[in-house]
């Protein structure tokens, strides 16, 4: 904002990166509040469909789209902030939250949670719900 005010009537080049990871976090903020209505909606008593094979692929492949998106838009912030996102001692720093989203496909790992949902598909009739 501050690049912008100092030449008005120009886009500053990092506008364009900002756009482009606004799209990416309304994406994934999508993703996550579709998943989250659903299970709002359910019945008082249907928590136990929340152990239907659909359910497991829905949780799935949430987890691992936001394992993966995540850490592309902490970097694209970190590419827009520049170098007082990368130090420590700014009010900008980004270098816990590029660990901390680097972490999620850690935890438990993308490629086996991808390797039961191949096993789940196997089996999965998009009926069972």
């Known amino acids: 904002r501050g690049q ?5 009537g120009t886009t ?7 756009a482009e990871l606004s799209v990416s976090l309304q994406a994934l903020r999508t993703h996550w509040m579709q998943v989250a209505a659903e299970v709002d909606a359910l019945p008082a008593d249907g928590m136990s469909q929340l ?3 659909g359910w497991s692929l829905k949780f799935n492949a949430l987890k691992t789209d ?3 998106r995540t850490p592309r838009i902490v970097h694209g ?11 420590n001692d700014t009010p900008f720093s980004l ?4 660990r901390d989203a680097l972490s999620a496909a ?4 993308n490629d086996r949670i991808a390797a039961q949902s191949a096993n789940l598909l196997l089996v999965f009739k998009d ?3």
Do not use: C, F, N
């Open 4 to 8: 912008a005010r100092k030449s008005p």
């Open 12 to 18: 500053p080049p990092t506008v364009l990166r900002l």
């Open 51 to 53: 152990s239907r094979i």
């Open 66 to 68: 936001a394992a993966e």
């Open 77 to 87: 912030a970190l590419q827009i902030v520049g170098i007082l996102g990368y130090k």
């Open 95 to 98: 270098g816990r939250h590029y």
């Open 106 to 109: 850690l935890m438990i790992s």
């Open 127 to 129: 009926d069972q719900e």
